[in-house]
């Protein structure tokens, strides 16, 4: 009897301790569920954080569920999740510790210009020891850490990563499309801000079986096409001011699917006024694994090699007074191309208008529309040159010195105005790929122009192109245009008649609105005069043969859509 007295006083001790336990979660709970919502909604608020709480409930096992979660910065990002449990690890220190394990459904963070990070159901440790935060994902062999530190002198965030597999964790999408299987991540990352100073930012990692988006679909979201597999590394070291409004990384390194690059870049001046300084130099450029990556058809497993460099510097918003300084160098592959070897002699080139009918173009001395480079007048080839690829004799087929102008006048004008292809990019263009303007087009543009440039040479270049390009709807050549527009032959055209042939080459469809009635609207006049301005700067036109070109009238024999 003594032995089992003190049994039953423990049982009933438990017993009531527990009953007193549950009343008391049953009646503070909804007030520490306020209390939490109360804090959570200030915390965010402190750190500039509008929010959204669908529900706050505290569970028997003191787990803290949130349920239809909204955290957003107006402008710049958002996360959104369904449910969010935090689960307190126990200690001696105290009921709810120091730790805790989060375990978050499906997260998407969406952020500006369309990208948008969902991030699949995960659990994170959490561990908060003042002036740290602690946040980390441990699975077998894999190791991802991020660790936040706040103090008088400024803040700190350090990331660390060991053979973490993201492919499947984490998802990239731009507009809706996915545009990135990030594969396998190793690597470190640091970003610190003092009071004042500014923003130290250094990073360095690894990515393996890396995959983009396929470049090829013009736009169109197709998930299931991504390049080729590849491995990836990047470096550089930061330094940024956003609200002076610069940046300056004196190093940057990458290396990437037949890319290796490295350099410097400077930005000042904010978006008000801002000014670029950046130097590149890129070792070895193998296209055909570019392309293979950027999952792009090749015609070729050996498309060449290029090694580039440039400079650049200036306003972006005043193109003309950029600085760019420019070399590349092209190795042609070891086995020509067919499809690119076959234009050294007589060829068709069939075209399919937008009204879907196939033309065939006779690229041969027998064809009655073919034109020879002989028979170009001198005059009329100073034009074109003048007007779409000054530098036509002095670059390898893509004149890079272009290129960043090109950029700036569309940074500058806010919309895509001005293309910056050569001449051999537009022929490639013409000959073998869509009209769409895309990154993917571009890249397959620049490899097909360094080889028709490095196969043909400029003369056989310049007159296929002469004889291929538009020159209206359903109007292809030079022969043709002269004979539709004006009712003569090349040889015969005036200045001010090549002018016009010239000024249609960019908008040949889209510019048949600018004489539609047979007069030129003041715009497309303006174009003329510009050009013909130009040839006389160079002394290709007299001041008198200037004036007299500028004066004459624009006969148009025909001005209506060809046959």
Known sequence: MTRRAPLRWTLAGAFAAAAVACSAFVLLRPAVEAAVRLRLLAQAQRLGLSTTLGGVRLAPSLALELTDVVLERAGRVRLRTRHVAVSPRLSARGLLGRAARVDAAQTIVELPAGVRLEIAPSSWLVESRPPALRVARRQEGQRLGVEATRGRDGSRVQVHAERVRLSGLLRVLWHGCTVLDPGTVDGDGRLEAGPAGPLRIAFGGRAHSIALASWAGGGECRDAELGAPTDASVEAAVLAQPDAGWLRADSFRVSAGGLEAHGRLAVEGGLADPRLDLELEVPRLDFARVLATAGLEMPAHDLGSATLSIRVSGPLLDPAALSVAQR????????????????????????????????????????????????????????????????????????????????????????????????????????????????????????????????????????????????????????????????????????????????????????????????????????????????????????????????????????????
């Open 328 to 563: 590349l160098d092209f190795t042609p592959p070891a086995r020509p191309l067919p499809s690119i070897e076959r234009l050294k002699g007589p060829f068709v080139h069939r075209v399919l208008t937008s009204d879907g009918r196939e033309l065939e173009i006779g690229v041969s001395p027998e064809s009655p529309d073919f034109i020879a480079l002989a028979d170009v007048p001198p005059l009329f080839l100073r034009t074109v040159l003048i007007a779409e690829d000054a530098n036509f004799y002095g670059h390898p087929g893509v004149d890079l010195a272009e290129l960043p102008v090109a950029m700036a006048t569309n940074f500058a004008r806010g919309t895509f105005a001005r293309g910056g292809s050569a001449i051999p990019q537009q022929l490639a263009k013409n000959l073998f790929l869509s009209r769409r303007k895309t990154v993917g087009r571009k890249l397959e543009e620049a490899s097909l122009a360094l080889l028709l440039d490095a196969a043909l040479g400029k003369s056989r270049v310049l007159e296929v192109y002469l004889n291929v390009i538009e020159w209206g709807p359903g109007l292809y050549g030079l022969r043709p245009a002269a004979r539709h527009y004006f009712g003569v032959e090349p040889r015969a055209l005036t200045p001010k008649q090549m002018a016009f042939l010239v000024s249609l080459i960019p908008g040949p469809v889209k510019y048949q609105r600018s004489f539609a009635g047979g007069v030129p609207t003041p715009f497309f006049d303006g174009l003329m005069t510009a050009l013909l301005t130009k040839l006389q700067s160079v002394g290709a036109l007299s001041e008198t043969e200037w004036a007299a070109a500028v004066a004459e009238p624009l006969a148009l024999v025909s001005e209506g859509t060809p046959p």
